[in-house]
């Protein structure tokens, strides 16, 4: 079992920043990929990017450029660094553990709560 805590959502302008934080505990943390998914009201969940136990890491293109994954695995924490956010970045977001690398939700066993952000003008 894995459990998954994000935290660092809140109220931000446009071109504005946040740090989300994925804090895990149970098994393995380091062999576990960990995606960061969001959901906006009214719109399904879709992938934003993942990060594997190695390093490697794959982002949506509405995000590239602007956000970073990272992980510390001495502190069982993935990150997710938004910067120059934007309206529509405005969602609940999620984080999620899974055995490979993958932008599909079904990928990824473990959930966390989610932490909500948003992004105001």
């Known amino acids: 079992q894995v459990q998954l805590v994000e935290s660092g959502g809140g109220l931000v302008q446009v071109g504005g920043s946040l740090r989300l934080s994925c804090a895990a505990s149970g098994r393995t943390f380091s062999n576990n990929v960990v995606g960061w998914f969001r959901q906006a009201l009214g719109n399904e969940r879709e992938f934003v990017a993942t990060?594997?136990?190695?390093?490697?890491?794959v982002y949506v293109d509405s995000v590239k450029g602007r956000f970073t994954i990272s992980r510390d695995n001495t502190k069982n924490t993935v990150y997710l660094q938004m910067n120059s956010l934007k309206l529509e970045d405005t969602a609940v977001y999620y984080c999620?553990?899974?055995?490979?690398?993958?932008?599909?939700?079904?990928?990824?066993?473990?959930w966390g709560q989610g932490t909500k952000v948003t992004v105001s003008s």
């Open positions: 990060i594997s136990g190695s390093g490697g890491t």
């Open positions: 999620a553990a899974g055995p490979r690398l993958s932008t599909l939700s079904r990928s990824y066993n473990y």
